[in-house]
T-cell receptor, first 110, second 110 residues
Framework: DGGITQSPKYLFRKEGQNVTLSCEQNLNHDAMYWYRQDPGQGLRLIYYSQIVNDFQKGDIAEGYSVSREKKESFPLTVTSAQKNPTAFYLC?????????FGPGTRLTVL | KQEVTQIPAALSVPEGENLVLNCSFTDSAIYNLQWFRQDPGKGLTSLLLIQSSQREQTSGRLNASLDKSSGRSTLYIAASQPGDSATYLCAVRYNNDMRFGAGTRLTVKP
């Protein structure tokens, strides 16, 4: 059963903590993406990776970091430097122009 | 600046009505345009993808059109059903960059 999985579904973070959001895909897609979604706004690109061991900053990369050590995995770390991290985070992968999305992780800062 | 706008932000219709959702974009040098559906708290599900060389795509009760020269796309939903209630987002791809509209929240009343 192919697709994109994200975990956890809900995540709570205390001020000053780093947290890591997981994204795994078994679609054999080279390109993977992380987006942030806030109410009433379109998705904004945080980071993307076109190939293993390579990634690029998106529009709002400050306070976030990623790694791409395996084709299947593209974890996102939300660092304490991100001042307003409460949002819905979506991971996606792409092939032949189609973009596929995971179910999302809702991060809340306590 | 590449911006994508969706109007209206919210729409409520009675069951059975045909309806049109609008998407406009400022830069017409697009690679493709994709319409997504998002249910509350969930990821995005791809509905239709239109390549830049195409004028429209159809899937069941859905028809998406593209007018690149005027920077517009429409999503036509025929014979709407309560199960169509969701937020519909359009996304425009420019090479490796994808720009999202903020979405139209559709409610179909029984």
């Amino acid at each position: 059963d192919g697709g994109i999985t994200q975990s956890p579904k809900y995540l709570f973070r205390k001020e000053g903590q780093n947290v890591t959001l997981s994204c795994e895909q078994n679609l054999n897609h080279d390109a993977m993406y992380w987006y942030r979604q806030d109410p009433g706004q379109g998705l904004r690109l945080i980071y993307y990776s076109q190939i293993v061991n390579d990634f690029q900053k998106g529009d709002i990369a400050e306070g976030y970091s990623v790694s791409r050590e395996k084709k299947e995995s593209f974890p996102l770390t939300v660092t304490s430097a991100q001042k307003n991290p409460t949002a819905f985070y979506l991971c996606a992968s792409k092939t032949s122009g189609f973009q596929f999305f995971g179910p999302g992780t809702r991060l809340t800062v306590l | 600046k590449q911006e994508v706008t969706q109007i209206p932000a919210a729409l409520s219709v009675p069951e059975g009505e045909n309806l049109v959702l609008n998407c406009s974009f400022t830069d017409s040098a697009i690679y493709n345009l994709q319409w997504f559906r998002q249910d509350p708290g969930k990821g995005l599900t791809s509905l239709l993808l239109i390549q830049s060389s195409q004028r429209e795509q159809t899937s069941g009760r859905l028809n998406a059109s593209l007018d690149k020269s005027s920077g517009r796309s429409t999503l036509y939903i025929a014979a709407s059903q309560p199960g169509d209630s969701a937020t519909y987002l359009c996304a425009v791809r420019y090479n490796n960059d994808m720009r999202f509209g903020a979405g139209t929240r559709l409610t179909v009343k029984p």
